[in-house]
């Protein structure tokens, strides 16, 4: 064997784990990549049992995939991570991290050291997040039309969604669009056989026990359980003598005293995270009170957030009737709509939190999973362009600032230089897809964008997928929120730095071994 054949033999070896990792990232990043901008396709997901899911949706996509590479499981975690923070964007994170992978590898294999590249490409990741900032366009309240064209675009021009979201928007406010710990896009309920509809108040999912005289209530008093509605309880052996059972007897009149107190408290929904006891369900009956057993806790906070109501154990009921009624909620309306088989509670001017609940419907389970998968992300769009203001979409941001680093570059010293190049080159992936799922050449016609850049002195041109044209899309309203840009890149040059300082991938011993 030559000496260049045992160079060769030597350099597959000592990359064979980057290269492992690299291919492994490569087939996630191709799973999603296709359904990217206007023109991007669907892919079909079918489970062991034959079940089928067809969507363009970037989440759902990496989060039903059956992997089991660490290296592809990383890239995974950007999108989920991605989700989570923002609830939007997870597609073009995980090309992006795809593409940073693809060019760090690049780079590495000509014999950069891996340290270096990873070195420059988080300086180079840092310099694009001040590129992407310093070019943000703040969006001046919910009428700005900045901010409907980037809903619109989340939205998959689904007029009828964009208007719903818009509709809820108008009625959390902006203050509350605004708030880290709201999130819009948790509000959305998709039912079958439902019209599209924004309800200011909550929503619950369990049948209630009703009264008899009436299945709805105006101003009624509400009481919040985080327990079961029964009496306290007594050791089973204790009821075996007889000051055990006398005891059991005592117990049962203070919990039919309890009841008499909510009853004389005029409470008309009592909402339990456990079950109610067979005594006092028919004494709620009998005394007009409507009943939701086993409720989420979560919703149980959603509910006393709206209606002031505290959340209280059991024991607290043998309060007296002033301590108790401080305790108790107010709602201006609460009835089992019998149409959606769910029970409104309604949100008064008085109630201290306005919640509002966005029920997205259609006639089948598969497409109104698909409408509010849609709704999900053009409410998280908005609510991170409210927070963050806007980018115009595309990739022509990203391509700008590639430019931008580049020239950079030229003038980096050391072989950081290479990372920073590699953080350059992965930029121009998500408008490369877009140009090449809309049937396109990319060089071309990114060629073509960037001298449209430069002679208007603005990030905003890109190409009309339809005509191939050269477009403002600021003008043409094809946005996205900031927030969405610069979160994905961040977390997209985390995992990419991660998987190039990978040497090696050990087996761990089984625990107990």
Do not use: W
Not at 140 to 158: Q, S, W
Not at 395 to 417: D, P
């Amino acid at each position: 064997m030559s000496q260049g054949q045992h160079s060769q033999v030597d350099g597959d070896e000592r990359y064979s784990t980057l290269l492992n990792n690299s291919n492994a990232v490569r087939a996630v990043t191709s799973a999603v990549e296709g359904t990217l901008g206007p023109k991007g396709l669907d892919v079909m997901l079918v489970g062991s049992r034959g079940e089928v899911v067809i969507t363009n949706d970037g989440v759902t996509i990496l989060d039903k995939m059956d992997v089991t590479h660490p290296a592809a499981s990383l890239l995974i975690q950007v999108a989920r991570a991605q989700q989570e923070k923002i609830g939007d964007g997870t597609t073009t994170a995980t090309v992006l991290a795809g593409a940073l992978v693809q060019e760090g590898v690049s780079r590495i294999t000509r014999g950069v050291p891996a340290s270096k590249v990873v070195e420059g490409l988080r300086q180079g990741i840092e310099k694009s997040m001040q590129l992407l900032t310093k070019r943000v366009r703040l969006i001046d309240g919910l009428d700005d039309p900045l901010l409907e064209r980037t809903v619109y675009v989340a939205g998959r021009e689904r007029k009828d969604i964009v208007e719903l979201i818009m509709q809820a928007a108008r009625k959390a406010g902006i203050t509350r669009l605004q708030d880290p710990s709201y999130s819009l896009a948790d509000s959305i309920i998709a039912l079958e056989n439902a019209e599209n509809e924004v309800f200011e108040g909550v929503l619950l999912r369990q049948r209630p026990i009703f009264a008899r005289e009436s299945k709805s209530y105006d101003d009624a008093k509400v009481l919040v359980l985080f327990d079961s509605l029964e009496p306290d309880e007594i050791d089973e052996e204790a009821l075996t003598t007889e000051a055990g059972f006398a005891q059991y007897m005592d117990l049962r009149k203070v919990f039919a005293s309890d009841l008499e107190r909510l009853s004389e408290l005029s409470v008309k929904l009592i909402l339990l995270e456990k079950g109610i006891h067979p005594d006092a369900e028919q004494f709620c009956l009998d005394h007009g009170m409507m009943v939701v057993p086993r409720v989420s806790r979560a919703d149980l906070r959603r509910v006393s957030d709206m209606t002031g109501a505290t959340p209280i154990r059991r024991k607290a009921l043998h309060k007296d009737s002033k301590e108790l009624a401080a305790l108790l909620g107010d709602t201006p309306r609460v009835a089992y709509d019998e149409g959606i088989e769910k029970i409104r509670l309604a949100c008064g001017s008085q109630n201290r939190e306005r919640i509002v609940t966005v029920i997205v419907g259609a006639s089948t389970s598969e497409v109104v999973g698909e409408a509010a998968r849609i709704a999900g992300d053009a409410a998280s769009a908005l609510q991170a362009a409210v927070s963050g203001g806007v980018l115009p979409g595309g990739g022509t941001s990203e391509l700008a600032v590639s430019y931008e680093l580049e020239r950079i570059r030229e003038a980096q010293k050391g072989m950081e230089a290479f990372g920073m190049e590699a953080v350059s080159a992965a930029l121009r992936k998500p408008m490369s897809q877009i140009l090449l799922n809309a049937g396109y050449n990319p060089l071309e016609k990114m060629e073509e964008v960037r001298a449209a850049q430069i002679r208007a002195d603005s990030d905003c041109m890109g190409i009309d997928c339809d005509s191939g044209r050269v477009v403002d899309y600021e003008e043409l309203g094809v946005l996205d929120p900031a927030p969405v840009k610069l979160h994905g890149l961040r977390a997209a040059g985390e995992v990419a730095a991660a998987v190039l300082r990978i040497h090696h991938v050990i087996k761990m011993k089984e625990i107990g071994e």
